[in-house]
């Protein structure tokens, strides 16, 4: 009775946690546009890119949930073989289990062999486990300061970027409040500029994540090639000496590999020709963009409405965006102190060696699978600390920002156009129309077929296409 008793308990909380766990099929979602049909699931952590126009797009504006609560236990614990933090210690975690294998066999076979000299070396071999409860309050403050400190950077790295996204706006609000004043085209090449500066950073914080993989594979008329080499300064062994040589000048930087992009793709099309080919040879990509914009800015004839108060708030957003390079740089040039980090490692690894010891005694053979199990726990937390670290390199989801930021300014581009087009339709921009004249406008221009979607699509069209721009005629 009783076991049938608990069975329906279990029974009910695996439904019911399943029903409320992050299953990626519960993400698929019933869109207006496909007759009732639902979307394919969106998995974590996953990015889906299509390409209209010219323009790519995401699946950023669908709301996931990437947040786990207490009732998502289960779905945490069958998602554990896949766990990315499980697969970058796997290797230390199977050497302190073998290790601790050993340890528990040698054990045994001594203890419960007939020589007494063996039994005596086999009682030998425990140690009290007064040592190991004295060192778990040391090293746990390690791995919290540690795993604190590079926190910290990940969200300082985050509140960078949300300054980005908000000076890219405000760049972009300010240019439309004056754009008869700025003009079209000069509007145009400083939007393209802006959308384009988050790419660029990523890629200057990122090395290698715009690269095709199969860059030989690209037609030769859209092939770019980047001119600076993908290279890593391989610090981590400064200061060790081996045969005289430190084993930083033995092996300064990774293989020298050629990055190849596709100039149709984001955000080498926002640019013509002379631009495209002056960015591959430029090294600090960002920084050149922010150059550009400003010398666009400081060409803006004065007029009644545009003085030197509104280019000095332009050039004000530009100098922040120029600041956050420099910020993003410092925390992605910046490590945690060489000695910390090696000292931290040292005593987490001489503690979990050194707990089948106290341990075997009173677990036996039980001793590997409980020493693996704390050694997952701190090794974990030691990595976790590494990984957000740099948050540029994956923690910080940057092609979502980024996109954000090219839609915010691309779309306002497309909205202007709207406006334009309404307002020449209804001759709001007519000196002397009264307001019956405009009425009867307004009535005449609503009967007549909607185009301006189609007038839409050609001008972003135009916009995003390097060939539309006259090669003979640089912007720059």
Not at 96 to 121: D, E, K, M, N, Y
Not at 265 to 270: Q, V
Not at 282 to 298: F, H, K, S, V, Y
Request: with cysteine; charged share 20%; aromatic share 10%.
């Amino acid at each position: 009775m009783w076991i049938l008793y608990f069975l329906s308990i279990a029974a009910f909380v695996v439904r019911q946690t399943s029903a409320f766990s992050p299953s990626p099929t519960r993400l698929a979602f019933r869109s207006p546009h496909t007759s009732g049909k639902a979307v394919p699931p969106i998995l974590p952590n996953e990015v889906f890119t299509s390409v209209s126009n010219g323009l790519s797009s995401t699946y950023d504006d669908i709301p996931v949930n990437n947040r786990h609560a207490a009732s998502d236990w289960l779905y945490n614990v069958r998602s554990f073989p896949q766990s990315k933090v499980l697969r970058e210690i796997r290797n230390p975690l199977f050497c302190v289990a073998g290790w601790s294998f050993a340890v528990s066999l040698i054990q045994r076979i001594f203890s419960t062999s007939s020589s007494a000299p063996l039994r005596i070396l086999g009682e030998s071999i425990c140690i009290p486990t007064a040592a190991h409860s004295f060192l778990v309050s040391s090293l746990g403050l390690l791995l919290v300061f540690r795993t604190n400190s590079a926190y910290q950077r990940f969200y300082e790295g985050r509140k960078i970027w949300e300054n980005i996204l908000s000076v890219s706006r405000n760049f972009s609000r300010i240019t439309r409040l004056y754009a008869k004043e700025v003009g079209m085209d000069r509007k145009v090449r400083m939007m393209n500029l802006v959308a384009a500066y988050p790419y660029l950073l990523r890629h200057h914080i990122r090395h290698g994540c715009l690269c095709e993989e199969a860059g030989e594979r690209i037609p030769e008329e859209h092939r770019l090639l980047l001119e600076d080499p993908l290279k890593t300064l391989e610090t981590r062994f400064e200061g060790d000496k081996i045969d005289g040589l430190t084993r930083s000048n033995a092996s300064p930087s990774l293989p020298r590999d050629k990055c190849y992009v596709d100039k149709r793709k984001l955000p080498w099309n926002l640019f013509d020709y002379f631009s495209t080919q002056r960015l591959a040879r430029t090294q600090n990509r960002p920084l050149w963009a922010c150059d550009r914009i400003g010398r666009e800015i400081m060409a803006i004839p004065y007029g009644p409405n545009f003085s030197s108060r509104e280019r000095l708030v332009m050039l004000t957003a530009v100098d922040k965006l120029t600041n956050a390079i420099g910020e993003c740089e410092r925390i992605h040039q910046t490590a945690v102190p060489l000695n910390y980090a090696r000292h931290s490692l040292r005593s987490l690894t001489l503690f979990l060696f050194t707990l089948p010891f106290a341990l075997v005694k009173d677990m036996g053979f039980l001793t590997a699978p409980v020493t693996a199990g704390i050694a997952w726990l701190m090794f974990g937390v030691y990595q976790i600390g590494y990984s957000i670290e740099d948050p540029f390199q994956g923690s910080l989801r940057l092609s979502n920002l980024c996109d954000a930021i090219r839609k915010d300014v691309v779309g306002s581009i497309a909205e202007d156009m709207e406006d334009s087009y309404s307002s020449n339709q209804l001759g709001l921009w007519d000196e002397g129309v009264d307001e019956v004249t405009l009425a009867e406008r307004a009535e005449d221009f609503l009967k007549t077929p909607m185009i301006i979607p189609t007038l839409l699509d050609q001008g972003i069209s135009n916009l995003t296409s390097s060939a539309s721009v006259d090669a003979s005629k640089p912007p720059y």
